[in-house]
């Protein structure tokens, strides 16, 4: 009998993840997957290290490649703050009281 070899599919690595803030200013961060929202004051951030919240004034996306996984935000930076995924909540109820 010949057995039948499945191959699983190759699991993409993750991209490095750096986080470097200069002078509560300027913040650059790689790793970046996707932005989820984002106003003048607050920013989410999918990441491959979990979801990124930046909290702030006058926040203001510079450059954003989601390819390349870069993300440059500048403005008065607050309060930077993770969450893992195994953390989050799932389903409707989950987003409604996020």
């Known amino acids: 009998m010949t057995e039948e070899i499945r191959q699983q599919p190759k699991m993409q690595p993750k991209q490095?993840?750096?986080v470097i803030m200069e002078d509560r200013r300027n913040l650059t961060v790689s790793g970046v997957k996707d932005v989820?929202?984002?106003d003048e004051q607050t920013m989410i951030i999918y990441t491959d290290m979990g979801e990124?919240?930046?909290r702030g004034t006058?926040?203001?996306?510079?450059?954003?490649?989601?390819d390349a996984?870069?993300?440059?935000?500048s403005g008065n930076i607050y309060g930077l703050a993770?969450?893992?995924?195994?953390?989050?909540?799932?389903?409707?109820?989950?987003?409604?009281?996020?």
Do not use: A, C, M, Q
């Open 69 to 73: 996984g870069e993300l440059s935000v």
């Open 82 to 98: 993770y969450t893992d995924d195994r953390d989050k909540k799932t389903g409707l109820l989950g987003r409604l009281f996020r």
């Open 36 to 38: 989820d929202s984002f």
């Open 58 to 66: 006058e926040l203001h996306i510079n450059r954003l490649n989601t």
């Open 52 to 54: 990124l919240t930046v």
């Open 16 to 18: 490095p993840h750096n």
